[in-house]
């Protein structure tokens, strides 16, 4: 009960920090869908995506492996992060000459913004998760506060004082992201930890085998482009940059599960990451119950939504509606993907998962262009869906192959009635049905909350 209660502590620390920027992502879609055209929307959503992977591919997430490394240091936290600063400074330059290549061989629109958006991105990460690995969690918190809250201004005033065009987007982030790296240097001293340690001959060494272990965590951010930002790229390709801005505005709605799904992981990584092979039937309980949790989550929001749509969205957009149940969907299965790949990372088998995300992006490729041709944006979330789901069929089995990980269905499969209930009355229910099954679901979920209260 212990781990249990640390666990529900610790994600609403973290509901507070990360997942408040999805929340004002969220509260800030009556503005985008009001002065954004979809076709902006649509470019802004496919260029941020790209950027992303390609972020993450470069600067091979190194960010959670100093997370880890502070987290089993023993007082060694100086020598992760500076460790970790020269993988960082070499994937910057390696980063600064595909940026070169690009602006000489490719017309992108805003492409400085977005490379200034890319390593300022980087840089947050770093600091956010030294703050989490020096457990400032706190501060990580009250950071995350401060950049969700300077987003938010920064947005009206630039597109609604100002009037400027999309680019509004990429500046808003970027200042977001600056004012939360000077809030944890100013309150967590992240630079003067790092400089508090002489730089002797461990530094390198442990930077190669740090290396070591990014290296799978970067190429899964290559793989995981064939899961998730494929699809977007294909609805571009097959439909066009309006249909993109509809589903990216059906995807920000997927945010919103998002919001449960980040600050669950969050604190699951500081269970889990505290604990190795030999815990393998506290994993297996824990996986089932965070599976029936999100299932049960997804439930809840699927009439919500149906029922915040129509006040929260601008009728340029109204096609949208349609596909948010799936794009909840999708955020589901790739909240749980992402749980087991840190167990994977706990019991150090980072090669394991890259195969799992292989195996999801293979699927989704066989599917993706023939589903987006014949069921257009809902096809490209199915397809997801299928990738997602035979990505976690592979972790659970090599998880029983390798620990002996059993997870016992019932919860999840109890749960996955709940969610069937929640579609039906998404498609065929008034607003009042959708109200009355969002407050059983709610109900539901209180008295499964109560009973855990009492183990």
Not at 177 to 196: D, N, P, T
Not at 258 to 272: E, K, R, S
Not at 303 to 315: G, N
Not at 329 to 337: D, E
């Amino acid at each position: 009960m212990g781990s249990v209660w640390t666990f529900i502590k610790n994600s609403g620390i973290f509901v507070l920090g990360s997942v408040l920027s999805k929340l004002i992502a969220f509260i800030m879609l009556p503005l985008y869908t009001a002065v954004v055209p979809p076709t902006d929307f649509g470019y802004y959503d496919l260029s941020v995506t790209y950027l992303t992977v390609i972020c993450e591919s470069l600067f091979l997430n190194i960010w959670v492996v100093i997370l880890r490394r502070m987290y089993k240091g023993n007082g060694q936290e100086a020598r992760a992060l500076q460790a970790g600063s020269l993988i960082f400074l070499g994937s910057t330059a390696v980063y600064a000459l595909v940026l070169a290549v690009l602006a000489l061989s490719v017309e992108i629109r805003h492409l400085w913004l977005i490379a200034l958006l890319g390593i300022v991105q980087s840089i947050n990460y770093v600091y956010k998760h030294a703050c989490r690995g020096m457990r400032r969690n706190w501060d990580y918190a009250v950071s995350g506060v401060v950049a969700s809250l300077v987003m938010m201004g920064m947005n009206v005033l630039l597109l609604v004082g100002l009037g400027w065009d999309f680019r509004a987007l990429y500046v808003s982030t970027i200042a977001a992201f600056l004012c939360e790296i000077v809030y944890i240097e100013a309150r967590v001293g992240v630079a003067h930890v790092m400089a508090s340690s002489p730089w002797g001959r461990a530094v390198p060494a442990l930077a190669r085998t740090m290396l070591a272990l990014a290296i799978p965590v970067g190429l899964n951010a290559l793989v995981y482009w064939t899961i998730n930002s494929l699809n977007r790229a294909v609805v571009g390709a097959v439909m066009d940059l309006s249909h993109n801005g509809l589903f990216a505005i059906a995807m920000r709605f997927g945010a919103v599960m998002m919001l449960v799904i980040m600050a669950m992981t969050y604190a699951w990584q500081d269970l889990a990451f505290e604990r190795g092979r030999e815990h393998a039937r506290f994993f297996g309980r824990a996986s089932a119950a965070y599976g029936a949790a999100l299932l049960v989550g997804l439930a809840l929001l699927i009439p919500v939504l149906k029922l915040v749509f129509p006040w929260a969205i601008d009728a340029q957009y109204a096609g949208a509606l349609a596909v948010i149940p799936f794009a909840l969907a999708v955020s589901t299965l790739s909240g749980y993907s992402n749980f087991l790949v840190n167990i994977f990372y706990a019991i150090d088998k980072n090669t394991d998962t890259l195969w799992a995300i292989g195996i999801a992006g293979l699927v989704n490729v066989a599917c993706v262009f023939p589903m987006v041709h014949y069921w257009g944006l809902i096809g490209a979330c199915t397809s997801t869906i299928l990738g997602y789901s035979a990505g976690i069929a592979y972790m659970l089995r090599r998880l029983r192959t390798e620990i002996d990980m059993r997870v016992d269905p019932r919860g999840p499969l109890a749960a996955l009635g709940v969610v069937a209930l929640a579609m039906l009355s998404f498609q065929l229910g008034s607003a009042l049905v959708n109200a009355l099954v969002a407050l059983a679901i709610m109900a539901l979920a209180g008295a499964g909350a109560l009973r855990l209260r009492r183990r």
